[in-house]
């Protein structure tokens, strides 16, 4: 297993939404790590520290045991995030603040987006010069381009079975 600072978290979006609506919600950390657990389903657990009023966001999520997406920035802010499908393992009071654990299965990574962007471009028909300024404008734009996707993969790690209740692929 290998440890990493968590630098930030944010949740995306979760079941409720609909497919063409990314929310996203940024979770102020006061500190955290994350731990690459390295098993084939690319598991991996996330301990972020937060002001104790973020406790209710997170006991709905666990007492629901409902699924959510969530971006994660290790090591440096300035590092691409990854994106995982999360679920609440626990909410735990310090004295100061408050701990909350969750299970992730990491869906995209920067490289993973780009690959998914480019396919999804050229199957809309782009080639050549089109195909790169395009490639270029929705990497810049980032929200609606990387919605799509994300919404897929997220369905894709559903359908694996990595975020149902018997996680069928232990």
Request: charged share 35%; hydrophobic share 35%.
């Amino acid at each position: 297993m290998k440890t990493f600072k968590l630098c930030s978290l944010a949740v995306l979006f979760d079941d409720e939404h609909g497919k063409d609506e990314l929310k996203g919600k940024q979770i102020p950390l006061v500190d955290g790590l994350i731990i690459n657990k390295e098993e084939a389903n690319k598991n991996w657990l996330v301990e972020a520290v937060l002001d104790k009023k973020w406790r209710r966001f997170f006991e709905e999520y666990q007492e629901a045991d409902q699924h959510f997406m969530a971006e994660v920035t290790i090591t440096k802010k300035t590092n691409d995030p990854a994106t995982l499908v999360c679920s609440v393992k626990s909410v735990n009071d310090l004295t100061h603040h408050l701990s909350v654990h969750l299970d992730g299965v990491i869906v995209a990574k920067k490289d993973d987006l780009s690959d998914m962007l480019l396919k999804t471009l050229v199957s809309e028909g782009f080639e050549g010069e089109a195909l790169y300024e395009e490639f270029k404008k929705r990497k810049r734009d980032r929200g609606q381009a990387i919605q799509g996707i994300l919404t897929t993969a997220y369905e894709q790690v559903k359908e694996k079975g990595y975020v149902d209740g018997d996680e069928r692929s232990k």
